[in-house]
Nanobody
Framework: QVQLVESGGGLVQAGGSLRLSCVTS????????MGWFRQTPGKEREFAAA????????LYADSVKGRFSISRDNAKNTVWLQMNSLKPEDTAVYYC?????????????????WGQGTQVTVSS
């Protein structure tokens, strides 16, 4: 059984930082790309960042580029999303996802497994 468990969400003031973590079990973590997506009520899930299976390639949405950083440690089966200079529009539930291949992608259907999400709220 594959499980992805996110943590690290919370309430932060605009301009602040948060670091999200996602631990994967039940799958060979080092074989698959990992992604972070976010969703607000009434909107579709939005791509934020992705990292290839060995961590050599990363991909960011324009809305987070230069502020967010994705990284992974295959020995710990963990992927992180460091979020700096947070804005109120970053408020969302953040989901990590495990890809179908080792290559980065921003397309949700190319991720097979998803976590339960962690809430990030940025106050103005």
């Amino acid at each position: 059984q594959v499980q992805l468990v996110e943590s690290g969400g919370g309430l932060v003031q605009a301009g602040g930082s948060l670091r999200l973590s996602c631990v994967t079990s039940g799958r060979t973590f080092s074989s698959y790309a990992m992604g972070w997506f976010r969703q607000t009520p009434g909107k579709e899930r939005e791509f934020a960042a992705a990292i290839s299976n060995r961590g050599l390639s990363t991909l960011y949405a324009d809305s987070v580029k230069g502020r967010f950083s994705i990284s992974r440690d295959n020995a710990k089966n963990t992927v992180w999303l460091q979020m700096n200079s947070l804005k109120p529009e970053d408020t969302a539930v953040y989901y990590c996802a495990s890809g179908n291949t080792g290559s980065v992608t921003r397309i949700p259907r190319e991720y097979r497994y998803w976590g339960q999400g962690t809430q990030v709220t940025v106050s103005s």
